[in-house]
């Protein structure tokens, strides 16, 4: 790359130990502060701060409105896949045409009424038909107690007992409308089996009106599809900026300003867990009490805190006066990853998005399913933003110092493994917080590797494009897949096998790499 570009001059520390820009313009103090860094950490403490307010819970509030699995892997993974197309070409545009700020301001923007969007879109209506009538809960409950004791030994199965409604599947047992259901019953326990799916499966479909829920489902396609248009850059953009501003010599504090936006992440995660955990009431719908939570809190929390980051962000210095690139410098970009050194690379940093998602997205839905609380997911993720990637941040460029870039990404692969076979092996939801401090090896610590790997290839004036891309791959293609993929499997299989089948292919990776 050093034959095709023109590395600008990096940027240099005073006597006094400040940041002055390659225009050799000393950033503005007030006092010992340093006020365009201060923007910085005040950024990514309020971007991902907001981030962690509300992504966490998305896949969990879809389930409460009436999304199945495959749905929310489909909203979820459609994101990121738009992030994928839309990401590297707004790096490339801001880089061509010199407007990384007002694209940054304007991605924020759409972050906020993409997401606004969808938390305050109205639910469907209730579906007035229940599967079948309330008044047959107390034999179906019995069933299923029976059931459950036989899958612990001491009983025998559900084909011995009777079956409450398929034994008479008339259809003065069921509500109009059901006669559906009542096909599908011929066979063994037809009650039992419909009312383990309501109570233990995750999918709330059943209380919605489904042409309401379709509905429901159409809009938030629809404003995750525009507002992902907007809001992709926003990431990229900031990552680019903050190791332009510090240059080259002082690029290891890229994990100084960083490590805040995993405190922001953390704390904010944990306090909204805390907040929609006391929100929680139950309401009984067709004999079965259902626990709701106010997701309200976790969008309005999103709200406040990107607009902090939409203010830090009018403060951040972007050297947009000095060279444009060409348009042939640009394609050069991408053309670097068709060599085999970076495009193998970029391949791995896909597999760990696609392990990224899948963790986002149905992590707190495993858990959830094993009877873990909102405060529990709240503890979870202060333990592994707070903890875990605040040490990982400010280790992390040691760690690339002993093992190199490389080493820290066959530590990542193995520590994936590692994550991924305890999810699927536990059953008490509370074993998960010891693995969770693997998330500074496997976010933090690759995330510093790759963004400083990359800045490190392209001369300044590209940054926004390298940029693009990385967060593209990572955040979009790879977590967008990961969302689809996981939310397919789960819903064919099960989350412990998904699971288990990410850590053994995690291996695979590592040793094929």
């Known amino acids: 790359m050093e034959d095709k570009f023109t590395k600008d001059v990096d940027n240099k520390s005073d006597t006094k130990g400040n940041v002055v820009d390659t225009a050799g313009v000393t950033a503005p103090h007030c006092g010992p502060c340093n006020l365009t860094l201060a923007a910085f950490k005040l950024f990514f403490f309020c971007f991902f701060g907001g981030i962690g307010a509300v992504m966490p819970y998305l896949s969990i509030y879809y389930k409460q409105v009436g999304l199945t699995a495959a749905q929310i892997g489909i909203v979820s993974g459609l994101r990121p896949f738009v992030g994928f197309l839309s990401g590297p070409l707004w790096g490339a545009f801001a880089d061509k045409f010199a407007k990384r700020r007002i694209m940054l301001l304007i991605s924020l923007v759409g972050w906020i009424a993409a997401l606004l969007a969808i938390g305050f879109i109205p639910p469907a209506d209730f579906d007035p038909e229940c599967p079948f009538p309330p008044e047959l809960m107390p034999n179906i409950t019995e069933d299923v107690n029976v059931v459950r004791r036989g899958a612990n030994g001491n009983r025998d199965s559900m084909s011995t007992r009777r079956d409450v409604i398929s034994s008479n599947p008339s259809s003065s047992h069921f509500h109009s409308g059901q006669t559906s259901l009542v096909k599908r019953s011929v066979g063994n326990s037809y009650a039992t089996k419909i009312f383990t799916d309501m109570t233990e499966e995750g999918n709330r479909s059943w209380l919605y009106d489904k042409v309401g829920l ?108 000095k060279v444009q690139p060409s348009i042939q410098s640009v394609i050069g970009v991408f053309r670097l990853f068709a060599s085999l050194h970076y495009g193998s690379i970029l391949i791995t940093s896909i597999f760990m998005g696609i392990c990224n998602g899948v963790v986002w997205g149905f992590l707190f839905w495993h858990l959830e399913n094993l009877g873990a609380s909102q405060l529990l997911m709240g503890v979870a993720s202060l333990l592994t933003y707070c903890v875990a990637e605040t040490i990982m941040f400010f280790l ?58 990359f800045t490190e290839a392209v001369p300044p004036h590209l940054l926004a494009t390298i940029q693009g891309i990385l967060h593209g791959v990572y955040w979009g293609l790879g977590s967008g897949f990961g969302f689809f993929l996981g939310g397919v499997i789960i819903h064919y299989i099960s989350a412990p096998t998904t699971f288990a089948g990410f850590s053994v292919t995690s291996i695979l990776v590592l040793l094929v790499f």
């Open 396 to 453: 992390s460029h040691r760690l690339i110092k002993a093992i190199g870039h490389v080493g820290v990404l066959y530590l990542a692969l193995l520590s994936y493994a590692i994550r991924f076979a305890v999810y699927a092996l536990i059953i008490n939801p509370w074993w998960v917080l010891p693995t969770e401090l693997l998330q500074g090896v496997t976010f933090a610590s690759v995330w510093v590797a790759l963004a400083s790997y």
């Open 214 to 321: 379709n509905n429901l489902f159409l809009s938030f396609l629809i404003f995750t599809i525009i507002g992902e248009l907007l809001m992709s850059p926003s990431s990229a953009l900031a990552d680019a900026a903050c190791p332009e501003y510090l240059g080259m010599q002082n690029l290891h504090r890229y994990g100084y300003q960083r490590v805040f936006g995993g405190l922001g992440h953390g704390l904010l995660n944990f306090i909204v867990g805390i907040l929609i955990n006391e929100s929680r009431y139950t309401s009984t719908h067709c004999g079965v009490p259902i626990t709701f939570s106010n997701y309200n809190i976790a969008f309005i929390s999103f709200t406040v805190l990107m607009a902090g980051a939409l203010v830090a962000a009018w403060f951040f210095v972007f050297n947009e006066d």
